[in-house]
């Protein structure tokens, strides 16, 4: 699928990159460079301050002859004032006229003289109207001849110079770094991007061709090569869905031909005996008649179950409410009592009037408790009992037992009998589709219970449905029957 350049993995990833980048860069610029530009202009002002200071003493030894402009020893000693300093001097009478300095043709502002005259007091600034900046710094001192101001200025060249030189490195040191992150990030996001499209690319071909298309395998110890294992582990298990499923259509169909084929050689022989002289009795037709339907009901008996199956597969949803678990099993076993009697065993439900509450569906509670006495009618001997059992066991699980005194189920086949169309060896000469404990479990599973061979060690078979207690758990805890 076409994307806009800017979406992608890689373009994201060299945005993030740059704006890191700008983002160091403005705190490099608003933290060093600024403040750094300060202390250097500050501490220019405080060495021509101190240094204008320390010439008071100088200007208090003039005479009071010499504090008129251009007077040789007043200029003299300004001149020296200046050198020592490093600094333009400039010496300024009470009225604010300039007696001498040492460069007579430079436009000096002698407010500032006035000022601190005024004021009696250092004053000091820095000017920023020309290209580099400019210190002023003027002291008052008393001399014989009244008060002077002597002014020291110097242009801020160090100070310029050396915010230009730590500029000029910031600036290399980020296109430097602008460079190597632009480099670095195509370097890193170019073998990731290329690897993530064949993953893309895989994934698309699995979806064209199914899941027996080769996945080439990424040995490298990182998230895309982890998310290629998980491909491959998905596919390994969509390959074993998709085989099961093959295995599950082929058994079913093969089921579904045995009774459909026996049937359908019942009815041709019946319609050949019609047919010929002497007719059948009609005791022999019934007999015949009676074999297919037992073969009718047994197909209409499969197709039921292949339906429950595939309703389970397609997700359709239990309901989850308040059940009287007891109340569902007795109606399943008193539905079944007849038939017990009829085939000479005994079925004897819970009959305890207080009830046992689960959270589940009541429908398939039923169903499971149906498969189970269903099992338990046709396995065990004529003349034992079947018993149902339904407990609370007081740690928030409701259990309902179905036990009998057949043959039970060998130790090899006791997790086997509950997968799709597996039949116990021993029982194999029986009708069942090996079906219906699949079923059961499916649902208990999906009311968040269990359906296990329970292996509490007494002869024949018991069979343990697990479902979620409801509220309160213990007996005839909630005020709300339901499910009978
Ligand atoms: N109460 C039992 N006693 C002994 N063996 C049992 C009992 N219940 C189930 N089994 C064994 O488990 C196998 C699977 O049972 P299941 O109910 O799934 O299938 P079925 O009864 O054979 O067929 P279906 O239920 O589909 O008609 C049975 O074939 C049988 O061997
Ligand atoms: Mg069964």
Do not use: K
């Not at 079906?435 to 968040?448: W, Y």
């Amino acid at each position: 699928m076409p994307r806009p350049a800017l979406t992608g993995l890689r373009a994201r990833l060299l945005l993030g990159l740059l704006l890191t980048w700008a983002v160091t860069l403005a705190v490099v610029a608003l933290a060093l460079l600024q403040p750094l530009e300060r202390r250097l202009r500050d501490d220019a002002l405080a060495t021509l301050t101190r240094d204008a200071r320390a010439a008071r003493v100088a200007v208090r030894g003039l005479d009071a002859s010499a504090l008129h402009p251009g007077d040789a020893q007043a200029r003299r000693v300004t001149r020296a004032l200046g050198r020592r300093a490093n600094a333009q001097a400039v010496l300024v009478s009470r009225d604010g006229r300039r007696i001498a300095s040492t460069d007579p043709d430079a436009e000096v502002a002698l407010g500032i003289a006035v000022r601190a005259l005024r004021e009696g007091r250092t004053l000091g600034h820095i000017s920023d109207g020309g290209a580099i900046p400019v210190a002023h710094v003027a002291v008052p001192a008393g001399t014989e001849g009244g008060p002077v101001a002597l002014i020291f200025y110097t242009r801020l060249d160090s100070v310029a110079s050396a915010v230009r030189v730590v500029r000029r490195a910031v600036i290399v040191a980020a296109l430097i770094g602008l460079v190597t992150a632009l480099l670095v990030g195509t370097l890193l996001t170019r073998p990731l991007v290329r690897r993530l499209r064949g993953l893309r690319a895989m994934a698309l071909r699995v979806a064209r061709l199914g899941p027996h298309v080769e996945v080439a395998p990424d040995p490298r110890r990182d998230e895309v090569g982890d998310l290629t294992r998980a491909f491959a582990t998905m596919q390994d298990r969509l390959r074993e869905q998709e085989q099961a499923r093959r295995a599950f259509v082929s058994t079913a169909s093969h089921e579904l031909r045995t009774p459909v084929t026996s049937l359908r050689l019942m009815l041709e022989l019946l319609r050949e005996e019609i047919g010929r002289e002497p007719p059948p009795s009609a005791d022999q037709v019934r007999a015949q008649l009676l074999d297919a339907a037992d073969q009718a009901e047994r197909l209409g008996r499969l197709t039921d179950e292949l339906l429950d199956l595939s309703r389970l597969d397609a997700g359709v949803p239990l309901a989850r409410e308040l059940v009287d678990v007891r109340a569902v099993s007795r109606v399943v076993a008193h539905e079944l009592d007849a038939r017990a009697r009829e085939a000479g065993r005994t079925l004897l439900a819970d009959e305890a009037q207080a009830s046992v509450w689960a959270v589940a569906d009541p429908g398939a509670i039923a169903q499971i408790v149906r498969i189970l006495l269903d099992n338990a009618l046709r396995f065990a001997p004529r003349g034992t009992p079947v018993r149902v059992e339904v407990a609370d066991d007081g740690r928030g699980a409701c259990l309902v037992r179905v036990r009998d005194e057949g043959p039970g189920v060998p130790p090899g086949e006791r997790e086997a009998i509950f997968e799709r169309f597996h039949r116990g060896a021993e029982t194999s000469g029986t009708t069942g589709f090996g079906l219906g404990l699949a079923i059961g479990r499916e649902l208990a599973r999906r009311m968040g219970g269990e359906l296990t061979l329970s292996g509490d060690g007494a002869p024949g078979a018991c069979f343990e449905l697990r479902l979620v207690a409801g509220p309160g758990g213990g007996d005839d805890a909630p005020a709300r029957p339901r499910g009978s």
